[in-house]
């Protein structure tokens, strides 16, 4: 299926917290992937080549309302057949549901991805708002060929939310494993990378690191941006921490602070109002780079942090788990480089983006395949069984 084009639907193409959309789409060998957005978001992963179908005027806000109330737009209709794609491939339940009557309307089979949010706090959300999100991600549901779930937890999520079982695939995107370097010299002990929101547990981070004695406190980094920055900001200097805040930064600079780091901090945990994480992307990119996790036991993270063995778990919102931690890799550097250079092999075995966006791409092949042999050629057709390409999750 050489040459087949994938349109990659997002929204919102594409705020910089989700690189990990582009990363896949680029990855693509066989595919050749046309990122298509409802809008353009200024960040560092947004491009000019990128097809974007409603314009920043009163018109197209007015035009872009009608797609999110009705499910329906000629305009999207119009920017998806121009792009003529052999499969939709969308980021979010909610954007999936966004694009799957276009998609339907062209006769063009659907792929989405599911991520975090989208099955746990927007249809968790009380009164007309959930009901909303969940019969739209019910109706995503039915028309997608096939649900692609980023962990196990999310795939539970997705089924529990009326996903057919038979049609979820636990996938994992993966991430670009870099050449092994000589060691770099190490300018902070923790990194946090990620948005300042409350499922991240940022403020769990800023206390564990203020409970430990003065002469063990880490030096600590802060890349991103968020409605909670200022908060931990003011608790950090209140405990007189040496943090630093960068605010958001392009992949490639996150590349660079981790490799400057010795431990990734990731304390995810569930929010007040359900949102959880997925698997988040920054702790397969510390792996990748040698950098142990200290984390929690939280969504899809233990399948890509083994305590004991790639770095250390601890129960959401435990603070003194979570110093207790940071302080015992800290303090051992020998236990530190046998953990980093077990989640590098880690991560190279299980997470490789070239070796997922293969299989990423044969799911596509059974799709598409699917598609023609009930059709006679494209369209839709039947769910592809995920089953009949592999097994075990990817």
């Not at 792929?111 to 739209?136: I, K, M, N, S």
């Not at 060691?183 to 300042?196: A, H, L």
């Amino acid at each position: 299926m050489s040459g087949s084009r994938a349109v990659i639907w997002r929204s919102h193409l594409l705020p910089g917290s989700e690189t990990f959309v582009r990363g896949q789409g680029d990855a693509l060998t066989r595919w050749r992937p046309h990122y298509l957005g409802a809008v353009r978001v200024a960040s560092p992963v947004a491009r000019n080549s990128d097809v974007v179908a409603f314009a920043d005027d009163p018109r197209g806000r007015v035009e872009l309302l009608g797609l999110k109330l009705t499910g329906r737009s000629a305009r999207l209709d119009a920017a998806l057949a121009g792009l003529r794609p052999d499969l939709v491939h969308a980021h979010f339940g909610g954007d999936g549901w966004l694009v799957s009557g276009s998609a339907r309307r062209l006769g063009v089979p659907l792929v989405v991805t599911l991520h975090g949010q989208d099955v746990t706090r927007q249809p968790a959300r009380p009164g007309a708002r959930g009901a909303r999100a969940r019969r739209h991600l019910r109706q995503a549901f039915d028309r997608a060929a096939l649900i692609i779930a980023v962990s196990e937890f999310i795939r539970d999520r997705a089924v529990a939310l009326g996903a057919d079982p038979a049609k979820v695939r636990v996938h994992h995107t993966g991430v670009p494993i870099p050449p092994p370097v000589r060691e770099t010299p190490k300018q902070w002990d923790v990194i946090f990378v990620g948005r300042f929101v409350a499922k991240k547990g940022v403020d769990d981070l800023v206390e564990a690191a203020g409970m430990l004695p003065a002469a063990r406190r880490p030096r600590l980094l802060f890349v991103g941006d968020g409605p909670l920055e200022a908060a931990a900001r003011q608790r950090a200097a209140e405990l007189d921490l040496d943090a630093t805040f960068l605010g958001a930064q392009s992949p490639e600079a996150v590349r660079r602070h981790l490799a400057a780091s010795r431990i990734l901090a990731a304390p995810s945990r569930t929010a007040p109002d359900g949102d959880c994480e997925g698997l988040p992307t920054t702790i397969l990119e510390a792996g990748a780079a040698g950098l142990p996790a200290v984390a929690t036991y939280h969504s899809g993270i233990p399948e890509a942090v083994r305590h004991g063995e790639t770095g250390l778990l601890g129960a959401e919102r435990d603070r003194a788990a979570l110093a207790e931690h940071l302080d015992a890799l800290l303090g051992d550097e020998a236990l530190r480089a046998r953990l980093g250079a077990a989640a590098r092999e880690h991560v190279e075995a299980h997470f490789d983006l070239h070796r997922q966006t293969g299989r990423l791409e044969e799911l596509y092949d059974a799709v598409l395949a699917g598609a023609a042999s009930t059709t006679g050629g494209r369209g839709p057709g039947r769910p592809v069984d995920p089953a009949a390409v592999r097994r075990r999750p990817s």
